[in-house]
């Protein structure tokens, strides 16, 4: 394993470990406000506040425990709406791909139309009639996102099914479910893991944008996404704010994006650094 | 036992096979020569229940011990009582799966248990002369000539009935081409199977089959054993094959050939498809198909 995974992985686990145990284990709450500490900057300027080292929000809230807690909702609805939205996408691909004709003309029929279709108006429009919730913003990003793999499986399992090999499995006995699961999976699995990095990134970013609309997470419950547009307005004197989540953000993005080269190479038997 | 009576496959409206009959009788391997285009490899595949996309079978029946071949039925044994090497091993293993864990896929698919399966695969390793320390090795780190014994090894794993190569040595390179071939005769002696070995290289079929069958442009036009057939070939088209080899001794000069080209099947002449450039067609040969008779399809040594 390369060295730029093991610190990927090493880092997705740090970051993994802080926004799920960081808050109760240092005692922190990230909705208690404070008013008199309001807009306190973070630790190595003048006027910081001892017990709020990065410094607080217009409310007096601490920013450590915030980003922390906000992290909790972002990457959960960041990951498990990209792992959906992969496996949606990859059933989705797979069976376009190998069943062919009509099931393969409507699915992807419909998701040209979907891609067509803007997101945000359907996540308007939902939101506005089931109400916000983690589950229904989990639900509409895997709504928005599944088309992107379908299309990339489909397309690799449109070439493979013609491979020699998989007519060599049908020669041996092997059934459509044997030839989907053994052969045609696998073989999307590589491309399916770097969009699937991709996708990490652009859902925790894309419910920021929801949230700062109003049609993501709740306020005051925290997300890297609201605490982003909550210091947007004050940019000028607390720059801090918006800046703590977007450290984290970016830096979370990058860990995943380099797990995913690393794990693709790493899974890859065709490359040469396998072990 | 395989016996195939009439088979026709066809293919967009033109029939690229057009009834074929023949046998192969258990132990027997018979060689099926023809050249590119003959509609050699289309047959097996049509017997095998593996024709790809607009091909189809449209008519004549094929039987393996005297169970007849349906689409239902080649699902079911497909593997297990007919066992397929493929041309091109460098393409024919899935790149992604270590060949052992291949080697055992088949028998997983035939309901061997896992471990069984395993053990199993390394037995059959041995049996194509690859070492058990290979089963955890990918297709792409092992050569050409190994990755076709793997593939042998796949399709003799459940002792098929019936084995069919098709142009099992043509991918590798000269050298190994004469190993491949001994551990597939050693395969084919140990399981006992009827073998159809599909070649466009007279060479090959003359030292390994008992039996040759010759197709022209989708039909058979003789067959007989590899003595009759190679040494004293009865239908012109063979006679012309067999003169056009280079040969060790021959003498300098040009190599014979048969003179234009093979057909495209939907353009094939009417009668006999040969006779365009057949050396001694009659009248007749343009306009009735000769039956295969006597081991012959040729109205001018069946009327002469």
């Known amino acids: 394993m390369r060295t730029s995974v093991r610190i990927a992985l090493a880092g997705s686990a740090l970051i993994a470990l802080a926004v799920t145990f960081g808050p109760p284990l240092l005692g922190l709450d990230p909705l208690e406000q404070d008013l008199p500490a309001k807009l306190a900057p973070p630790f190595w300027m003048e006027g910081a506040l001892a017990g709020h080292p990065l410094g607080t929000d217009q409310l007096g809230r601490d920013l450590l425990a915030r980003v922390l807690a906000g992290g909790r909702t972002s990457l959960l609805v960041g990951f498990a709406a990209s792992s959906l939205a992969c496996a949606v996408g990859i059933v989705v691909g797979l069976l376009a791909g190998y069943l062919g004709g009509w099931v393969d003309r409507l699915v992807m029929g419909l998701g040209d139309l979907w891609i067509a279709f803007p997101f945000l108006v359907l996540a308007i429009a939902t939101i506005g009639v089931v109400g916000s919730s983690t589950p229904v913003l989990i639900t509409l990003l895997v709504l928005a996102g599944w088309v992107t793999s379908a299309r990339v499986t489909r397309a690799i399992v449109k070439q493979v099914r013609g491979e020699d090999y998989v007519m060599a499995a049908v020669g041996a006995g092997a059934g459509h479910l044997n030839v989907l699961t053994r052969h045609l999976l696998p073989a999307v699995a590589g491309a399916n893991l770097v969009i699937w990095t991709f996708s990490v990134g652009t859902m925790v970013l894309v419910e920021g944008g929801l949230s700062f609309l109003g049609l993501g997470v709740r306020p005051p419950t925290p997300s890297w996404g609201t605490i982003l547009n909550d210091g947007r307005e004050l940019l000028e004197t607390a720059w801090w704010i918006p800046l703590w989540p977007g450290l984290t953000l970016t830096l979370t993005v990058l860990l995943v994006n380099l797990l995913g080269d690393g794990l693709r190479d790493t899974l890859d038997v065709r490359t040469d650094d396998h072990a | 036992m395989l016996e195939v009576k009439d088979l026709v496959v066809t293919a967009g409206g033109v029939r690229i096979v057009d009834g074929v009959s023949f046998e192969v009788r258990p132990g027997e391997v018979l060689g099926m020569v023809g050249e590119s285009g003959s509609g050699k490899t289309m047959t097996m595949l049509a017997v095998a229940g593996l024709l790809p996309g607009p091909a189809r079978i449209t008519g004549g029946t094929a039987a393996l011990y005297g169970t007849e071949l349906t689409e239902a039925r080649l699902e079911r044994i497909r593997g297990r009582r007919i066992g397929f090497v493929f041309q091109d091993p460098a393409t024919s293993l899935n790149p992604l799966m270590r ?43 092992l050569s050409g000539g190994m990755r076709q014994r793997i593939v042998i090894a796949m399709a003799i794993a459940l002792r098929p009935a019936l084995l069919i190569a098709d142009e099992p040595t043509t991918a590798l390179d000269v050298t190994v081409q004469e190993q491949i071939m001994r551990v597939l005769r050693a395969a084919q002696r140990e399981t006992g199977a009827a073998t159809v070995l599909v070649s466009h290289d007279l060479g090959l079929v003359s030292e390994a089959a008992h039996r040759i069958a010759v197709m022209y442009s989708g039909r058979l036009v003789e067959t007989g054993t590899a003595d009759e057939v190679l040494g004293a070939p009865r239908h012109p088209y063979s006679a012309a094959l067999m003169r056009s080899r280079p040969r060790i001794g021959a003498g300098r000069g040009p190599l014979p050939v048969i003179p234009g080209h093979p057909p495209a099947p939907k353009s094939r002449p009417p009668g006999c498809a040969f006779h365009p450039r057949c050396p001694v067609a009659l009248a007749r040969c343009a306009q009735e198909v000769p039956p295969l008779a006597g081991g012959v399809a040729c109205w001018a040594v069946q009327d002469g």
């Open chain 2, 99 to 141: 060949v052992g864990a291949q080697i055992a896929e088949v028998l997983r698919i035939h309901g061997l248990g896992r471990t069984a399966a395993r053990r199993r695969a390394v037995e059959l390793l041995e049996q194509v002369g690859i070492g058990p320390e290979r089963a955890r090795v990918y297709p792409h780190e």
